[in-house]
């Protein structure tokens, strides 16, 4: 559609310099001047060079002869080196060619305007050069109509993918605003968390160390009654002396020297001196309770608290039990029952109650009468060990039978 319009808008326009160009052929427009220029040639009055500099009498122009620096007064000969000639090229493109190729026996005009000497025969190819470049003209206006719409193409391509990129943008962000919302009400509640984590653990240290200075308080008094023998509120050396744990060089004897260590370097102190002065040295080698260790101070690097072993009880020792072979059954096929097997599990079941029979009796008998009727714990250590090699024996029993 732009092809043709443009093919039309080209076509009007020839035929409108055609009828000008005859137009102004009847008018004697003067040899090498182009259309535009026709109306500063006029054979009515005189001619003035277009740079203004000199006017001349209008029978000089086109005389061979240059008047005009501008060599505007010679546009249809070679008289001017630096003049210009109009080639019309009616059905062709319109063209200037220097004034020196003017007969100089080389067609240049396609209309061959610039040969007018008749130096040589030249043929008038306009329409055919004008149909060869309209239609290298149409061939390039479609490259372009189509490299046009490529670019549109590529353009609107360009706009929608630059939109799909702006709303993933944009659902990203919505996606990053709802996780650090998400994330910071997580902190939040991980920080009331952790406040409240801390309270806790502050508030269980706080009463560890409540209740564990006054253990070590009521341990402190315990031993200042142990070691103060005469009861009078002091503690002297003395006592320190008659209690061989406090001998440090283990020589067998505490020394003078060895109690005051004890005793903060002082010959005797009261109750209250012994808990704020001396206990902290005493309680590691004279403690109330020695099978009891002292509980330590709970830190932020291990346990909130630090619970004592538990005594564990050994194990009893396990006698040995020797190997039992299993006799050997022979397998039978199932269509051959046999009577030995019925009998064989007869006389199993007959002597299993036989024994237990026996065992209970000899157990009844055997058994003290002051504990038949108390009951055996339960949770003792060997009792389920020896209830196992029971059973284990009296299956071994069986099969031997």
């Not at 004008?130 to 719409?149: H, L, N, P, T």
Request: charged letters at 35%.
């Amino acid at each position: 559609m732009a092809s043709e319009r443009v093919c039309g808008i080209t076509l009007f326009s020839c035929l409108f310099c055609l009828a000008l160009t005859r137009s102004v052929d009847s008018d004697s427009r003067p040899r090498g001047v182009a259309i535009s220029k026709t109306s500063f040639y006029d054979p009515s009055r005189s001619f003035t060079c277009l740079d203004g500099s000199k006017t001349i009498d209008f029978s000089e122009v086109n005389d061979d002869y240059c008047d005009c620096p501008d060599a505007t007064d010679e546009p249809g000969t070679a008289a001017c080196s630096n003049g210009l000639f109009h080639c019309t090229n009616a059905g062709h493109r319109p063209q200037n060619i220097a004034s020196s190729k003017v007969n100089d026996g080389i067609c240049d005009c396609c209309d061959t305007t610039d040969e007018y000497e008749g130096l040589i025969q030249c043929s008038n190819n306009c329409k055919e050069m004008g149909a060869v470049a309209r239609e290298e003209r149409r061939k390039e206006q479609e490259k372009q109509q189509q490299g046009y719409q490529m670019r549109s193409e590529y353009s609107q391509s360009g706009k929608d993918k630059k939109q799909d990129r702006q709303n993933r943008k944009n659902e990203l962000k919505d996606q990053l605003t709802e996780i650090e919302d998400e994330v910071s009400r997580l902190e939040a509640i991980k920080k009331e968390a952790e406040v409240k984590a801390e309270a806790a653990k502050q508030e269980h240290i706080d009463r560890w160390k409540v209740e564990n200075e006054a253990k070590d308080k009521e341990a402190a008094e315990e031993a200042f009654q142990l070691l103060d023998t005469d009861q009078d509120g002091l503690l002297t050396v003395a006592e320190i002396q008659a209690k061989i744990e406090f001998d440090k060089d283990s020589d067998g004897t505490v020394t003078p020297e060895e109690a005051q260590e004890y005793l903060n370097q002082t010959t005797d102190v009261s109750k209250d001196d012994f808990f704020t002065q001396c206990w902290g040295i005493i309680k590691d080698v004279f403690p109330p309770h020695p099978e009891a260790a002292a509980d330590e101070v709970p830190t932020d690097q291990g346990d909130d608290t630090h619970v004592p072993p538990a005594e564990v009880s050994e194990a009893p020792d396990v006698p040995d039990v020797p190997d039992m072979k299993v006799p050997e059954v022979d397998n039978k096929s199932p269509t051959e029952p046999t009577d030995e097997k019925d009998d064989t599990d007869n006389d199993v079941e007959d002597y299993d109650e036989d024994d237990e029979d026996d065992d209970d009796d000899d157990d009844d008998d055997n058994y003290p009468e002051d504990r038949k009727d108390k009951e055996l714990p339960l949770d003792m250590p060997g009792c389920a060990l020896s209830l196992s090699l029971s059973l284990s024996l009296s299956l071994s029993l069986s099969f031997s039978l």
